[in-house]
């Protein structure tokens, strides 16, 4: 089932949402309670370790003001962690208790990392961890040893590279979504483009051929009234061919739930038919078929007989050619299409304008890998020579 426009779009805007990072309720929520933790938590810390500073105004300052920086780790993920480890070293160099308050810096590196700042979160944990035992660790301690650097160390590295696979696969994750996204819109595009030239298709050739009937009629309709009948009868045939068809086009844009339609689709067998069609605009179309007449795929059929039936319309409408001559060419491997007029626009066949019918026969032959073009006719008129591959349905 091709996608919706709608539906392309929602999918492009959550990719964009996710990559933007906007507050949601686990992002508020989340810092809340570490902010509940990390103050419940540095209390209890600095019961057991009665030797550091105590807690005070400064110290709550300091522990709350890590997960309050969190609220806006998504959107500036980089400055955050810069700010949350200034916050964490002020904390260690001020003496106070070892404790939760670890939980914030180890957040915003995590973060950092994961949408990408790696230089940012790389350089805030090596200022935290140089800063710490330079200036006030172990290492101004007369009986340091490498534990406790190594076990610091040892747990920021645990961080970071959590931040390192995890900004794999996210990045990963966000360029599948990225490229079905962008798969998504192409196809209805690709769907939009064939719904426009079939609805050309139809509503061309079958006005085209009313337009002309409809003023036989206003000419006749005094002086021949029981010719001019002809004439209403050719247009009231044409305009019930095209409704049908119409309705065909309408059932591809109804809603996935309701029924398809069961119209049928113009095949290779309704050149009969058009041939008649046209002669009641003054058009004799003659059809000359070579090869095996044989069933061929229904895109093959469907787009030889657009072709056929863009190039007739084009005639009635241009040429003021009196005849046409249909033939088609069934190969082995290829259909060989070909329609010449008598006409007189053979003369200018190299200086065609390519308007939106003759567009949508070259795709048309594009899209089943064949070739489609206009010459001049040995009749005088044009020639439309199309070949079309039997053997790839697409």
Do not use: C
């Not at 044409?238 to 689709?265: F, H, I, M, Q």
């Amino acid at each position: 089932m091709v996608p919706t426009l709608s539906r392309v779009q929602a999918l492009r805007a959550d990719v964009d949402d996710h990559s933007r990072g906007r507050w949601s309720l686990p992002g508020v929520l989340g810092p809340l309670a570490l902010a509940a933790f990390q103050l419940a938590g540095t209390f209890g810390a600095s019961r057991e370790q009665p030797e550091r500073r105590a807690v005070d105004l400064v110290a709550v300052l300091l522990v709350l003001a890590g997960p309050a920086a969190l609220l806006w780790v998504r959107q500036r993920p980089d400055l955050v962690a810069g700010f949350v480890s200034g916050v964490t070293l002020s904390y260690l160099l001020a003496g106070y208790a070892y404790g939760p308050v670890f939980l914030s810096l180890a957040v915003a590196l995590f973060v950092a990392v994961l949408l990408g700042h790696r230089r940012a979160a790389w350089l805030s944990a090596a200022a935290v961890y140089v800063g710490h035992f330079a200036l006030r660790g172990p290492l101004r301690d007369e009986s340091w040893s490498w534990g406790p650097p190594l076990a610091v160390g040892a747990w920021v590295l645990l961080v970071l590279a959590a931040g390192e696979v995890g900004r794999v696969r996210r990045e990963r994750a966000l360029d599948a979504r990225r490229a079905r996204a962008e798969t998504e819109r192409r196809q209805a595009n690709e769907e939009r483009l064939r719904i426009a030239r079939e609805l050309h298709d139809v509503v061309a050739h079958h006005m085209s051929l009313i337009n002309v009937q409809a003023g036989v009629a206003l000419h006749l309709v005094d002086r021949k009234p029981e010719q001019a009948r002809t004439a209403l009868a050719a247009i009231k045939g044409a305009s019930k061919e095209a409704l049908v068809e119409l309705r065909s086009l309408v059932g591809v844009l109804r809603d996935e739930t309701e029924a398809a339609p069961r119209s049928p689709v113009s095949m290779l067998e309704s050149l009969d038919d058009l041939a008649d069609r046209s002669a009641h605009a003054g058009l004799s179309v003659r059809r000359v078929v070579t090869g095996t007449d044989r069933p061929l795929p229904a895109a093959v059929q469907l787009a030889a007989f657009r072709i056929i039936q863009e190039a007739i319309t084009n005639v009635v409408r241009h040429s003021g050619a009196r005849n046409a001559v249909v033939r088609l060419d069934y190969g082995d491997a290829v259909l060989t299409v070909q329609v010449d007029d008598d006409g007189s626009g053979g003369a200018s066949a190299h200086d065609l304008e390519p308007g939106s019918g003759l567009r949508g026969m070259h795709e048309r032959a594009a899209a089943l890998g064949g070739t489609l073009e206009v010459l001049p006719a040995t009749s005088g008129g044009l020639r439309v020579e199309a070949e079309l591959p039997i053997g790839r349905e697409r």
